[in-house]
């Protein structure tokens, strides 16, 4: 293996562990998994490409049910995979547009498509008092991410990083 996927690798595990730590930074909602469990994985997504990003997404947002008992039950492996497509869009209109309208329709996507998506499984009334917190969740996860990306790329060189093994910069 590599330096550079071994430091790859690390790096996205850090990514998930904040993930996790994330998961515990709940803003209140009427299930309790609304929390900043996706901030990484935007970050990553960024520094990384859409792929990476979606890992993160997908791992932060089963940390952050498992945290909370999986209150919505197996419908959170398809919220998970529902991040995780979020992350692949955020990335490519990140990489192809700009960070503005990358953000803008993540934080669509994330806090009321997720949502619509669970009214035939959950109903309306979930749809409506989930609407608000995850709204408000997703605009600070992306807005988080964004600011921290543009702090990083002032100190460091993301370049760099994005070119250790990253595949969208490849393809």
Do not use: W
């Not at 469990?37 to 089963?62: E, K, N, T």
């Amino acid at each position: 293996m590599s330096q550079n996927n071994i430091k790859r690798i690390v790096l996205l595990a850090l990514m998930i562990a904040l993930s996790a730590v994330g998961a515990y930074i709940i803003i209140p909602s009427p299930i309790g998994t609304v929390a900043f469990d996706s901030a990484p994985g935007y970050l990553a997504s960024m520094i990384f490409g859409g792929g990476s990003g979606s890992i993160v997404l997908f791992l932060g947002h089963l940390l952050s049910a498992m945290k909370s008992g999986f209150p919505l039950g197996m419908l959170h492996l398809g919220i998970a995979v529902l991040m995780g497509v979020c992350g692949l869009v955020f990335a490519y209109l990140y990489n192809k547009a700009n960070s503005l309208l990358a953000a803008v329709v993540a934080i669509i996507l994330n806090g009321i498509v997720l949502d619509a998506v669970l009214i035939p499984f959950l109903g309306y009334h979930f749809f409506l008092s989930m609407f608000i917190p995850l709204l408000l969740g997703s605009a600070v996860n992306v807005v988080l991410a964004v600011v921290i990306h543009k702090i990083l790329g002032e100190r460091i060189n993301l370049k760099k990083l994005r070119n250790q093994g990253s595949y969208h910069e490849k393809n």
